[in-house]
């Protein structure tokens, strides 16, 4: 398996309060991503990133941003949380532009 | 805009018997496809992936999917289902004009009865 590790695993929080989601990866890959997962949607993404400093938007990326200040770690922010904001968090990796995307296990994020 | 449309969404089947996901894509130009499996609270494992080739990919697990560019489809079949292939399948295309930014589909939960 890719060295994925996401962080924290489990959240709750309140509506209004900024939270942020860490993606960490020991593959030394390029390529990273943040997808949300919502029942009936699959996995849409969020924010990409294609190197350090290097960021681009998704199709759904309104509410959230992104950084990334190290080839390992991609951060997700979540400026003031919204309950539409409950979902399933998925990171991944790739390490060329055309190539397969590697899953880290996902952040279970609950906005109450 | 690429899209992908996964029609069924469960699927029950018995074990021993075959199995058939269907995946029709949309694409502008030659896609990147690709299978995935996501079992209960876990991430999502590759099964098999098209590039270019042979339209016919072995996977893992004993998965296959085959690319049909005139129908626009990349069907993933498996002859004989096993209990630990209960699980929800997504497909997804990619490609050179996209930045490899994936699309999915909206999945396929497969029950296994037994």
């Known amino acids: 398996d890719a060295g994925i590790t996401q962080s924290p695993r489990h959240k709750v929080t309140e509506t209004g309060t900024p939270v942020t989601l860490r993606c960490h990866q020991t593959?030394?890959?390029?390529?990273m991503y943040w997808y949300r997962q919502d029942p009936g949607h699959g996995l849409r993404l969020i924010h990409y990133s294609y190197g350090v400093k290097d960021t681009d938007k998704g199709e759904v990326s309104d509410g959230y941003s992104v950084s990334r200040s190290k080839t390992e770690d991609f951060l997700l922010t979540l400026e003031s949380a919204t309950s539409s904001q409950t979902s399933v968090y998925f990171c991944?990796?790739?390490?060329?532009?055309?190539?397969?995307?590697?899953f880290g296990p996902g952040t279970r994020l609950t906005v109450l | 805009a690429q899209s992908v449309t996964q029609p069924d969404i469960h699927i029950t089947v018995s074990e021993g018997a075959s199995l058939e996901l269907r995946c029709n894509y949309s694409y502008g130009a030659t896609p990147y496809l690709f299978w995935y499996v996501q079992s209960p609270g876990q991430g999502l494992q590759l099964l098999l992936k098209y590039f270019s080739g042979d339209t016919l990919v072995q996977g893992i697990k004993g998965f296959e999917a085959e690319f049909k560019r005139s129908q626009s489809s990349f069907n993933l079949r498996k002859p004989s289902v096993h209990w630990s292939d209960a699980a929800e399948y997504f497909c997804a295309v990619g490609g050179s004009t996209a930045g490899n930014k994936l699309t999915f589909g909206g999945g396929t939960r497969v029950l296994v009865k037994p």
């Open positions: 991944a990796i790739s390490a060329e532009t055309v190539d397969t995307q590697y």
């Open positions: 593959e030394n890959h390029r390529y």
